[in-house]
Structure formats: C-alpha cells, structure tokens
C-alpha cells in the first residue's frame, strides 16, 4: 500500500478554489477553459486540449492513475498526523485525536487487504449494487453510470458503465437504454465470477433516482436465471417527512415507518442509545426507499439498507446517514471519470475510498 502525505502549504495553495498571493501566470477563464475543453486551440500559448478533460482534483487523479500499479493509496493531509493539532490550527475541520486514529488504522488495515469486520445480518447469496451517474465534461447530455456491488462478506466491486446521451437537460434525469443496462450488469457480474464470486440467490439494486421500465428490462435480461432481482430507490427525502420527538434527542436511528408494501421510510440517523447521544446537527432526514420493480418485503429491505449504513470503512461512525451503495456512488464516479486516459482500472472498492 501507498502512503500519500500532502503537505499542508501544497493544500492551502493548490487546490482548484485556493486563493494564492502574487500568484505566477494567469488563470484562464471560464469561458476560455470551456472552450478548450471543445478542443478550442490557441494562436499564441500551445497546450495540449486533452488536459482539459481530466479532473482538477488531486485525490481523484492520483487514486485513478496509481491503479496501473495495482496498490491502494492513503492519502493523509500533514496536519492530521501531528497529535497536537486541532482545527484552528490547521486551519479546517479536524476531528478528535482517537476518531482520527481509528480511521487511519481500519482504512489501512482494508486496503492493506482484511475486513475489519463483517454484518451479523448480512445473508448468504444476496448482493447489492448501487448506481451512480456522472455528466462528460464538455457535453451537455453525455453521461456514464458507474456501479458497486456489495456482498454479504462486506467487499465491494467497482465497474465503469459506457457513455452516452443518458442525461435529459429538461427534465434533470438520468436514464440509460436498454442495452448499456444489460452491458453494465453483466459487466459487474463478470467481474464478480473473474473473482471467484458465489452463486448468487438475489440482486438488488440501489439508485437515487427512479428507474424506468426500459432499464429494468436491460437489467432482467443480464440477470442469471433463477435470480430474484429488485430495483430499489433510494434517497433522503429532506421536504417531505419529519419525526419529532419529546426531550434533547432527535428520533431513534433505525426508526422505520411502512407507509405501504413497496413504500417506507427509515431513519438511518438519529439518536444511538449505545452512544447515549445523536451525533449529528440537524433534525435526521429519513431516507425514502420504494420498491420500483420485482417483489421483495419492504421490511427485509429496510434491514438490509440499515445494515448497509455500516461498512464505511473510511470513518469513526456507528453508521451512516446512507447506505454504503448510495453514500459512496459519487466519490466511485468521479474517480471512474477524472482521466479518460486511465484504462487500468480496478474493480476492488478499496481502491476508491
């Protein structure tokens, strides 16, 4: 495994929003960078165009272009290794000493290779893939879905969708046709068997947003035989619902209100009794979960998502506000596309995190 320390004078200058004093050149603007982003070239100052359609983020760009070397990478900012440092003199959010030693100590203990720890209530032969999208830059419709699964042993596997025009700008939408469906899941399938995967007994699938009857089609012609599949949708509803409560402490985590047989919502965060505290700021959003395609209990769901909450191996948590197939589609996505150039991409979860 790769240790990465960044030093905190390279992060207060060089990140994409620094503001730096007597800086050297120029900054191009945003209008000029979109349109090198189109391949736009310049009379005067030569460049490569290709540059223009990788991330500015550091963490994405060295996680995705270190996996040619197939070795996980940590990267730690300076500051957080100096035991006497709290946030005001780093000058950012810092947590406690011991939050930060129990993150450094699991996340290098996963991707040096163990499981720090797997759920009670995970069951044999069922897996979880979570689904996530993200916009080419430069392309106003173009978009690529980017999936990981999770199994009952609490490892997860990464796979890279195609792109294509699966973003709608009327209507803020993604959706895929019926066959990069199929492609995507047969493509996490494959991977799983390459990986001496086992039977697998039942499939489902998290998004954020809805999926259509055309995806699911895509989905249930790469589905084995004999499988259940279930497409699920899952999000914190903000707007919606509220539970209140008497005394100082927010709803119970774990609070699960059926509101039909393929709808519910479940407080994945909220007071921990074990705790003796809610360690959170806001009143707890729930998260919204409906049984969009195939026949699976609503409760048995619910489980399952709670237990999900608790396989982010990234932090000092009793659980998440999101299951893990929801709460880390993004930070996969954006490591999936930062660079086209990267083609050696790996399908382990511990190179994402």
């Given amino acids: 495994m ?76 300076e500051s957080t290794l100096i035991p006497q440092t709290s946030g005001r003199d780093a000058g950012r959010d810092l947590t406690p000493l011991t939050d930060r ?12 290779g163990g499981k720090p720890w797997k759920l009670a209530s995970a069951r044999e032969g069922v ?23 999770f199994l009952d042993s609490g490892d997860g596997i990464v796979f890279l969708g195609e792109f294509g025009p699966w ?30 995967g086992q ?39 903000h707007n919606e619902v509220r539970l209140l409560r008497e005394g100082d402490y927010p709803v119970l985590r774990g609070t699960f209100w059926p509101v039909s047989p393929h709808r519910a919502y479940l407080w994945a965060s909220g007071f921990k009794p074990r705790l003796g505290t809610y360690d959170g700021w806001e009143t707890p ?11 699976a209990d609503i409760g048995q769901v619910a489980k399952d998502i709670l237990g999900l909450s608790k396989l982010n191996y990234n932090a000092c948590r009793l659980g998440d506000a999101e299951p893990v197939t929801i709460g880390f589609s993004d930070a996969v996505g954006e490591i999936l596309v930062s660079n086209p150039t990267v083609t050696d991409r790996r399908p382990n979860f511990k190179f994402y995190i």
């Fill in 127 to 149: 897996c979880y893939i979570g689904f996530a999208y993200r916009r080419e830059e430069g392309k106003p419709r173009s978009a690529c879905c980017a999936a990981q699964m």
């Fill in 101 to 112: 030693a129990w993150n450094l100590g699991v996340g290098l203990y996963y991707k040096a």
């Fill in 199 to 237: 039977p697998l007994k039942e499939i489902f699938l998290h998004c954020r947003s809805q999926i259509n009857d055309e995806e699911f089609a895509g989905f249930a012609d790469a589905c084995p035989q004999g499988v259940n599949l279930v497409g699920i949708r899952v999000r914190q509803e």
């Fill in 167 to 196: 973003y709608s700008p009327r209507n803020g939408t993604f959706h895929m046709a019926r066959s990069a469906a199929k492609n995507l899941l047969e493509g996490v399938l494959k991977t799983y068997d390459q990986l001496e």
């Fill in 2 to 77: 790769i240790v990465c320390i960044v030093p905190d004078i390279v992060r207060a200058n060089c990140r994409p929003l620094s503001r730096v004093v007597n800086p050297q050149g120029y900054r191009p603007s945003a209008s000029v960078r979109k349109e090198r982003q189109a391949g736009q070239g310049d009379f005067f100052d030569p460049y490569d165009p290709e540059i223009y359609q990788f991330s500015v983020d550091f963490r994405r760009q060295i996680k995705a272009r270190s996996m040619r070397y197939n070795i996980p990478i940590q990267i730690i900012q």
């Fill in 285 to 295: 959003a729930p998260l919204r979960i409906e049984v969009q395609h195939g026949e």
